[in-house]
C-alpha cells in the first residue's frame, strides 16, 4: 500500500503501526540530550541539541531534524519525535538554523560573505547577532549551509564513535525539508579530496550523497520565504538526478492542509511517478480531517506522527539500506589536517543566485 489516510475513523487501520512503537512498561529511558554548538562555513555560530542513540555509537544510523523558516527546535513535536528515534536505535541532531532560536551570534569573517551583506537588514561588521526577521526572502537558500554544518558536527560525532555518519536521515517541517531537500541534491554533486596509496590528492569517485539514507517530509513547501521575492524549489532541477529520485521518502500532510497536500501529491505522483516507477521506500501519508502542518503534525497523540515516522526510518529505510561500516571522517583536528574543510553550498547549478 503506497498511500495511508489517518483520522479518528481510520486511525484503528494502523494501530499496530502505533503500538509497535510505543514505549513499553519497563523500557530504560532513552540517554539525556546535550547541547551542541558548530560554525558555518561563513561563520554563524549555530546552536543545537545532541540526543545519543540507546545502542552503540558506531552502529547508530544519525537522523537531523530541520524546523520551519520562522521556527526553532524547541517547537511541540521536535522532542518527542527526538526521543521515538532515540528509543529505534538512531542519534538525533535538532539545532536552529542562523537567525532563529539561540542560533543568531556570527562572528566579523560573517560580513566577508556578499550574501550575508545584500540580504540582511542592518548588516554591519559591527553587528554580532542577526535574526531571519531582517533577512530579505532571497537570502533562506543561504540556510542550505547551516545543513552542511550539521553533517560536518555529526562527521565529528562520528570520530567520537557517537554514532555512524555513513548513515544519514533527514526529517524537515515546511520549508525545512524544502532546505532538506535541496541540500540533498547538492550532496550528489559534492566529492571530497584524499590521498591514493601513491601519497597523491585525489577526489573520492563516489558523490557525498552516498552517506543519505532518506528523507521525512512533514508538508513540504515550495516555496522558500513568503513574498513575492520568495525563491521557488527548483524541483525539476533537483530531481533530474536520477540517484536522488531513488532515495526514499515519505511525505506527511494535513488532509485538510490544501498547500501541503497539492505540493506533496505533485512531488509524489508527477514528478517522482513513485507508483509507476515502483518506488517501494517512497510513501504519501495524508492525515485525515486535520489543517494541521509541519511540527505541529508532531506531539498528537490522535495522529502518532513520531512513531509512524520512526518506524518508517527503522523498519523501511534502515532495513532496506546494505550495513555500512564504521569508519573514521576527515574532518582534521590536531596534527591531522583538514582536506576538506567547510565551503559554501553551491547554488548556482539549481539556478539560485546569491
Known sequence: ????????VLLPLLSWIVLAGLPTA??????????IVFETFDKAEIQGT????????????CVILLHKIGGNRLQEGWETLAQALQERGFAVMSFDFRGHGD????????????????????????????????FSPGYYPMLVNDIAAAKFAVE?????RECNSADVMIVGAEEGAALGLLWMASEHRRYKW????????????????????GLVCLSLRPTLGGGTGGVRLPTTTIFNNAKLRELPMCFFFGGEDAAGKQFALSIYDKVLAADKNKLKLTFKVEMEKTKLSGHELLGKKALGTEELVAKYLA???????AAKVWGERDVGGPGR????????????????SQ
Open 194 to 213: 584524499n590521498f591514493n596509496p601513491m601519497g597523491m590528492k585525489v577526489l573520492n569517485p563516489d558523490a557525498e550523497a552516498k552517506d543519505l539514507a
Open 103 to 134: 542560533s543568531t551570534t556570527v562572528r566579523p569573517e560573517f560580513w566577508a560573505v556578499r550574501p550575508n551583506t545584500a540580504n540582511i537588514k542592518g548588516a554591519s561588521p559591527k553587528k554580532e547577532s542577526i535574526s531571519f526577521k531582517d
Open 156 to 160: 565529528q560525532k562520528n570520530n567520537a
Open 337 to 352: 589536517p583538514n582536506l576538506n574543510p567547510l565551503a559554501a553550498v553551491p547554488l548556482g547549478p539549481f539556478g539560485i
Open 50 to 61: 545532541w540526543y545519543p542513540s540507546s545502542v552503540e555509537g558506531t552502529k547508530s544510523p
Open 315 to 321: 523498519d523501511k529505510v534502515r532495513e532496506a539500506r
Open 1 to 8: 500500500m503506497r498511500r495511508f489516510r489517518v483520522g479518528p
Open 26 to 35: 519497563g523500557r530504560a529511558e532513552p540517554p539525556k540530550p546535550s547541547k
